[in-house]
């Protein structure tokens, strides 16, 4: 069985910074795309940065120049650094990695949930 752990969530002012952590653990024979997503009240769930197992990174656009996606390897952790925190960016952020659990099982997986508030 494969869980995914979020941390770092909090409240923070606008024009803050926080970094979110998302550790895998379990049955991880490899890891593909991990990526955080975030849900607003009212909103649909987005993608806010995804990376591939190469490095490769992509963010939304509302996101971009802010926020930063980093992954190591060896810890089977996927971080997101945000800086210059708005009341925008204010929601529930889910992390989310496509896991392949042996050479045949492979699914994505879904983290509980960490909140983040940015005040202004």
């Known amino acids: 069985q494969v869980q995914l752990v979020e941390s770092g969530g909090g409240l923070v002012q606008a024009g803050g910074s926080l970094r979110l952590s998302c550790a895998a653990s379990?049955?991880?024979?490899?890891?593909?795309?991990m990526g955080w997503y975030r849900e607003a009240p009212g909103k649909q769930r987005e993608l806010v940065a995804g990376?591939?197992?190469?490095?490769?990174?992509n963010y939304a656009d509302s996101v971009k120049g802010r926020f930063t996606i980093s992954r190591d390897s060896a810890k089977k952790t996927v971080y997101l650094q945000m800086s210059m925190l708005i009341p925008e960016d204010t929601a529930v952020y889910h992390c989310?990695?496509?896991?392949?659990?042996?050479?045949?099982?492979?699914?994505?997986?879904w983290g509980q949930g960490t909140e983040v508030t940015v005040s202004s």
């Open positions: 989310a990695a496509d896991i392949s659990s042996s050479s045949s099982l492979r699914r994505n997986y």
């Open positions: 990376v591939t197992s190469g490095g490769t990174a």
């Open positions: 379990g049955s991880v024979f490899s890891i593909n795309f």
